[in-house]
C-alpha cells in the first residue's frame, strides 16, 4: 500500500466499493465534508493567528517608532542643558568644556 493518504483513500474506498456510480456523489461529498472540516480545524486558526501577529507586529512598530521619536527629543534636550553648561563654564575649566564638548558632538551625531 503506498504511503500517499489520497492513494490509501482510493485503494480501501475501491474496496469497499465507495467508487462505483452510485456511491461517488456521496463519497466525494464526504470528502468534502473533511476537507472543510480539516480547514475548520487547522488552516482558518492558523490564518486568525497571523493576523493576530500582525496586529501584534503593528502595535510594536508604532511603539518602537514612538520610543525613537521620545529619544530624540531627549536627546534634543540634554544638548541644550549641555550647551548652557558649556557657555557658563568659564576659561579656566578647559577640560571639563573639552569633555562637554565631545559629548555634545556624540550627541549631534545621535540626531544626525
Given at each position: 500500500?503506498?504511503?500517499?493518504?489520497?492513494?490509501?483513500?482510493?485503494?480501501?474506498?475501491?474496496?469497499?466499493?465507495?467508487?462505483?456510480?452510485?456511491?461517488?456523489?456521496?463519497?466525494?461529498?464526504?470528502?468534502?465534508?473533511?476537507?472543510?472540516?480539516?480547514?475548520?480545524?487547522?488552516?482558518?486558526?492558523?490564518?486568525?493567528?497571523?493576523?493576530?501577529?500582525?496586529?501584534?507586529?503593528?502595535?510594536q512598530?508604532?511603539?518602537?517608532?514612538?520610543?525613537?521619536?521620545?529619544?530624540?527629543?531627549?536627546?534634543?534636550?540634554?544638548?541644550?542643558?549641555?550647551d548652557?553648561?558649556?557657555?557658563?563654564?568659564?576659561?579656566?575649566?578647559?577640560?571639563?568644556?573639552?569633555?562637554?564638548?565631545?559629548?555634545?558632538?556624540?550627541?549631534?551625531?545621535?540626531?544626525?
Open positions: 500500500m503506498s504511503d500517499d493518504l489520497l492513494d490509501r483513500l482510493l485503494t480501501l474506498a475501491d474496496r469497499d466499493n465507495s467508487l462505483s456510480a452510485a456511491s461517488l456523489p456521496e463519497f466525494s461529498r464526504g470528502l468534502r465534508e473533511r476537507a472543510r472540516l480539516v480547514l475548520d480545524e487547522r488552516v482558518r486558526p492558523l490564518e486568525q493567528r497571523v493576523a493576530d501577529l500582525e496586529r501584534e507586529l503593528a502595535a512598530s508604532e511603539a518602537v517608532a514612538r520610543l525613537r521619536s521620545d529619544r530624540q527629543e531627549l536627546v534634543r534636550r540634554v544638548l541644550g542643558h549641555l548652557e553648561i558649556a557657555d557658563g563654564l568659564g576659561w579656566g575649566a578647559r577640560r571639563a568644556r573639552e569633555t562637554l564638548a565631545t559629548l555634545i558632538v556624540a550627541l549631534r551625531k545621535e540626531l544626525a
